[in-house]
């Protein structure tokens, strides 16, 4: 018995701990019934069962721990939750075959929530909850690669800042100011498809990610489309703010699939401050001139 036991504690990780009901619990059976039940008959109904059932009998077969995993399981009640599994052998048997598997269960929902808080904190703005520079760019850079790898539609980016925002925060106090650039990303948002992204990089400036745009004329379709959405007066603080908001659009177009993120933002970078330089409210695209063909297309 003393060293059964021993074989136990030597199979628990040290980051774990056993709790007796958590395997029962997450699978929706209860422990008395898994008492002289083989696998099948203990988790065959359940739900996530099959998962189980087969890792059970591959350590029962070679007799080799599985590694320690997540999965996602189903309660009782119909909730998801997440657990960690780490599944031993026992050799209980005098020839030292494997006779049981010892199985730890720990429950990691709560872990998994707090995880997914934090990445949620480190990827998206706490004003306007949209994606940050961080997320913007791993998407950009995704965008890119697929670009290259298979051969998709050309990338467009968009740099919008807004016109005078220090007046607004100068005039109206800074809950204004932030109510008004909530507003902006709200409308930014709605003014897009849904496959496009829009993140605030900081400050007044925001940033367009646009899939698959043919040519600069779309793209600069998409940044007139953008500065439409801007004319309606924006409520802050229960009242129109006085000042009409409007943005300096700047873009560039991914038009090689080895073009590198640095080099698509640096360009529509460039292009959003000679739209500033022309005053408020102007349209700037790397390597457009409006009176070409593309200007007249609609973006899909």
């Known amino acids: 018995m003393t060293e059964l036991l021993g074989a136990i504690l030597d199979r628990i990780p040290h980051f774990g701990h056993v709790v007796d009901a958590a395997m029962a619990d997450a699978m929706g059976v209860p422990a008395e019934a898994m008492v002289g039940k083989t696998p099948d008959e203990i988790f065959g109904a359940a739900p996530n069962s099959a998962r189980m059932i087969r890792e059970i009998n591959e350590v029962l077969r070679t007799g080799d721990s599985m590694v320690l995993h997540e999965v996602e399981v189903t309660d009782p009640s119909g909730r998801g939750r997440v657990v960690r599994n780490h599944r031993s052998a026992l050799p209980l048997d005098a020839t030292g075959g494997v006779s049981a598997v010892l199985t730890v269960t720990q429950d990691i929902t709560e872990l998994k929530r707090v995880e997914s808080a934090l ?128 943005l300096s659009v700047g873009g560039s177009l991914a038009e090689q699939a080895d073009i590198r993120a640095e080099t698509l933002l640096e360009a529509a970078d460039r292009a959003m401050y000679r739209a500033k330089r022309r005053g408020p409210g102007q349209i700037e695209i790397e390597g457009f001139e409006p009176t070409d063909s593309g200007a007249d297309r609609q973006v899909s």
């Open 119 to 246: 990445r949620r904190r480190a990827m998206y703005d706490s004003l306007t909850a949209l994606p940050n520079r961080l997320l913007f760019l791993e998407r950009l850079v995704h965008a890119l690669q697929s670009m290259s790898r298979r051969g998709a539609s050309r990338v467009g980016l968009l740099f919008c800042d807004v016109d005078s925002f220090k007046q607004v925060n100068d005039t109206h106090g800074h809950l204004v100011g932030d109510q008004v650039l909530v507003g902006v990303a709200a409308r930014l948002r709605q003014a897009v498809r849904p496959q496009d992204t829009v993140a605030r990089f900081g400050g007044d400036e925001f940033a367009v990610l646009v899939s698959r745009v043919p040519d600069h004329g779309t793209l600069n379709i998409v940044a007139a489309r953008l500065q439409e959405a801007m004319k309606a007066p924006l409520e802050a603080a229960g009242e129109v703010t006085s000042l009409p908001v409007t």
